[in-house]
């Protein structure tokens, strides 16, 4: 379940592993691996993101009626004319559903790259949508992002490691790593406080390419934002995702504001 197509990176501090964004160019997406179809209807407030010409890149999440929480690395060197948020499709194939543009994009001003924390970004579309939103993870959270809790993963991404993109939205679910867990798998890439990570030590279960941007739930929650990793479900290798609680002020601030 990532994005499009790569942003590719030295991970390590030796360089000996590469890291994609769950993201890439506006041309080819890829969803959740491991995972199993799900419809719309049963989680109203998933979106996606589109081009002008209609491609899938990235996914996000409603999180009030005019507003969109999303990966920044998604929308950071995008104009507001360029992109649409689609919500209430289940198969990108369909017409089912609204197609809105967007009346602005704020980034978060810590944001440099996916790698480097505050990897998350608020859409302003330019209609409110009469749909159900989800409530964003704050300060007070804590319990949501426990070792071993139960999360949930949605994107419409591959569904393999350099596998084709799904037409139907995926869902997934993955374990809450500890940090020390993720730090151990990612070195000084990992910013504990700042990023989460979710998966299976033995893998099959991840989010892939074209699914950045998207949300990762628990406890009906939006506790994170589908960001980076090395491949997709490999052993060893969990999904990386933007810690929402992390930025919470930012965020409550950005979905409560008019611009």
């Known amino acids: 379940m990532l994005l499009a197509a790569l942003l590719w990176t030295a991970l390590t501090p030796l360089g000996t592993a590469v ?7 506006l041309a080819a997406e890829r969803p959740v691996v491991g995972g199993e179809p799900a419809r719309v ?5 998933v979106v996606y993101l589109t081009d002008r010409r209609g491609e899938q890149f990235c996914g996000g999440t409603l999180a009030a009626p005019d507003k969109v929480v999303t990966a920044a690395h998604c929308v950071a060197e995008q104009r507001p004319a360029d992109v649409r948020v689609v919500a209430g499709r289940t198969d990108k194939n369909s017409g089912a559903g ?3 543009e967007l009346a602005g994009i ?3 001003p ?5 790698y480097g924390g505050a990897d998350v970004a608020v859409l302003t579309l ?8 989800l409530v964003l993870a704050d300060e007070q959270d804590d319990q949501l992002y426990r070792p071993g809790r139960t999360a949930t993963v949605l994107g419409w991404g591959a569904t393999s490691e350099g596998g084709v993109p799904a037409d139907v939205l995926r869902r997934a679910e ?3 790593r500890a940090d020390s867990e993720c730090s151990a798998a990612y070195g000084g890439d990992f910013v504990p406080g700042a990023m989460v990570c979710a998966g299976y030590p033995e893998g099959g279960v991840d989010s892939c390419q074209g699914d950045s941007g998207g949300p990762l739930t628990t406890g009906g929650k939006l506790v994170g934002v589908v960001s980076w990793g090395i491949g997709c479900a490999r052993p060893g290798n969990p999904g990386v995702y933007t810690e929402v609680a992390a930025y919470a002020d930012s965020l409550r601030a950005r979905v409560g504001s008019r611009g």
């Open 19 to 25: 890291g994609e964004a769950r993201f890439g160019s």
């Open 41 to 45: 209807a049963d989680h109203p407030w």
């Open 98 to 100: 609204t197609v809105t």
């Open 106 to 108: 704020w980034t978060h």
């Open 110 to 114: 810590d944001y440099g790259s996916a």
């Open 126 to 133: 330019r209609s409110s949508l009469s749909r159900p939103t």
């Open 174 to 176: 993955v374990p809450i």
